[in-house]
């Protein structure tokens, strides 16, 4: 069994195993019906030692999520051309361009994705890990998203007939321009209840491993090996936190460091604005319990905060002086930061 194999049967078995229904108010046992009452004070607990610390584990404090989107592609194989490109294959674009229902369609689907991403820590190929303090929040936001995505399936498949329409009067003014009449083709076209079939988003919660997840007696390598695996997550995830504001820090000192009145100079408040929706996104999918990762979230958040009133963001639009210095700090804190991955 390969650590792919390991990992998969953890997880499986963690979703069956952990999966429990809760109850509203515990079940007491009755005083009754010959059970006598026990009145006798309980033992008071034992108190902790002064070097005791209580480290969750991810298990307790993220959630496994994978999202799949299924998509029509405005991509079609062109045989004729194929034939004579004799290199390759190649393709027509369907709905080109940005003003069609396929476009919008599909947007509505990267968005989806887009939020999945800005709001969750990778675990590894197509599943990623969610705070699980904000679960509730996070699930609201998705469930919009893919409601929205599955609004704009049913307009595109009301239009379809127009739209498709629309597409082949394109087509044809190419194909009559190009002297290529095969070039509009309406068997291209997928039929109204295919393309339905094509469009779709498929979500699946699941419990992060530990290695008491098994059922089954596995090696003292393979554990190891599993618990070296999750050790990585949770490196990984801290990194993710920390590129994630580095990133944005970098352009902005690429933008400030452009003189007042040179080109590329031109000051907007998305600048400032991105680097605050950043550190609140950072502070909600932190998983670490290291006050190095949140420190850095905390300091990039101090640092901003006298730049994302309307005073301060004038003072960058306008000042040379101000830019410099807000370049000076984030430079500084951004070279910090750098240390962490």
Same mark, same amino acid.
């Given at each position: 069994?390969?650590? *792919?194999?390991?990992? &998969?049967?953890?997880? *499986?078995?963690?979703?069956?195993?952990?999966?429990?229904?809760?109850?509203?108010?515990?079940?007491?046992?009755?005083?009754? !019906?010959?059970?006598?009452?026990?009145?006798?004070?309980?033992? @008071?607990?034992?108190?902790?030692?002064?070097?005791?610390? /209580?480290?969750?584990?991810?298990?307790?404090?993220?959630?496994?999520?994978?999202?799949?989107? *299924?998509?029509?592609?405005?991509?079609?194989?062109? !045989?004729?051309?194929?034939?004579?490109?004799? #290199?390759? *294959?190649?393709?027509?674009?369907?709905?080109?361009?940005?003003?069609?229902?396929?476009?919008?369609?599909?947007?509505?689907?990267?968005?989806?994705?887009?939020?999945?991403?800005?709001?969750?820590? @990778?675990?590894?190929?197509?599943?990623?890990?969610?705070?699980?303090?904000?679960?509730?929040?996070?699930? /609201?936001?998705?469930?919009?998203?893919?409601?929205?995505?599955?609004?704009?399936?049913?307009?595109?498949?009301?239009?379809?007939?127009?739209?498709?329409?629309?597409?082949?009067?394109?087509?044809?003014?190419?194909?009559? #321009?190009?002297?290529?009449?095969?070039?509009?083709? +309406?068997?291209?076209?997928?039929?109204?209840?295919?393309?339905?079939?094509?469009?779709?988003?498929?979500?699946?919660?699941?419990?992060?491993?530990?290695?008491?997840?098994?059922?089954? +007696?596995?090696?003292?390598?393979?554990?190891?090996?599993?618990?070296?695996?999750?050790?990585?997550?949770?490196?990984? #995830?801290?990194?993710?936190?920390?590129?994630?504001?580095?990133?944005?820090?970098?352009?902005?000192?690429?933008?400030?460091?452009?003189?007042?009145?040179?080109?590329?100079?031109?000051?907007?408040?998305?600048?400032?604005?991105?680097?605050?929706?950043?550190? +609140?996104?950072?502070?909600?999918?932190?998983?670490?319990?290291?006050?190095?990762?949140?420190? %850095?979230?905390?300091?990039?958040?101090?640092?901003?905060?006298?730049?994302?009133?309307?005073?301060?963001?004038?003072?960058?639009? %306008?000042? !040379?002086?101000?830019?410099?210095?807000?370049?000076?700090?984030?430079? &500084?804190?951004?070279?910090?930061?750098?240390?962490?991955?």
């Amino acid at each position: 069994m390969n650590m *792919n194999d390991i990992l &998969a049967n953890a997880i *499986n078995n963690a979703v069956e195993d952990k999966v429990q229904p809760v109850l509203s108010t515990p079940i007491e046992p009755s005083t009754g !019906q010959g059970v006598r009452h026990d009145t006798s004070p309980p033992n @008071p607990p034992e108190p902790p030692t002064a070097t005791e610390i /209580s480290i969750k584990g991810l298990d307790e404090k993220a959630v496994l999520i994978s999202v799949k989107r *299924n998509m029509y592609s405005p991509y079609k194989l062109d !045989q004729e051309e194929s034939k004579q490109y004799g #290199a390759g *294959n190649v393709n027509k674009h369907l709905f080109e361009g940005r003003n069609n229902l396929v476009k919008s369609t599909i947007s509505k689907f990267t968005e989806v994705y887009t939020y999945v991403k800005d709001n969750t820590v @990778p675990w590894t190929t197509g599943v990623d890990m969610l705070n699980i303090n904000h679960y509730i929040e996070f699930t /609201s936001g998705l469930r919009q998203r893919v409601d929205d995505a599955n609004r704009a399936v049913d307009t595109l498949c009301l239009s379809w007939e127009d739209e498709v329409k629309a597409d082949l009067e394109r087509l044809g003014e190419i194909a009559l #321009a190009k002297g290529k009449p095969n070039l509009a083709n +309406e068997h291209d076209y997928p039929d109204v209840d295919e393309l339905r079939s094509k469009f779709g988003i498929h979500i699946r919660f699941m419990p992060v491993p530990t290695t008491g997840d098994f059922r089954v +007696e596995i090696s003292d390598d393979d554990k190891a090996s599993l618990q070296q695996q999750l050790d990585d997550a949770g490196v990984n #995830a801290n990194k993710h936190v920390i590129k994630s504001m580095i990133e944005p820090m970098e352009r902005a000192i690429a933008k400030l460091s452009v003189p007042i009145g040179n080109d590329g100079s031109v000051f907007r408040d998305t600048l400032v604005d991105n680097l605050v929706e950043v550190t +609140e996104r950072m502070n909600k999918i932190n998983l670490s319990d290291d006050a190095t990762i949140q420190g %850095s979230i905390d300091n990039l958040r101090d640092l901003i905060s006298s730049y994302s009133s309307e005073q301060g963001k004038d003072l960058l639009r %306008s000042s !040379q002086t101000s830019r410099e210095k807000a370049v000076t700090d984030i430079d &500084a804190l951004c070279k910090q930061m750098s240390g962490l991955v």
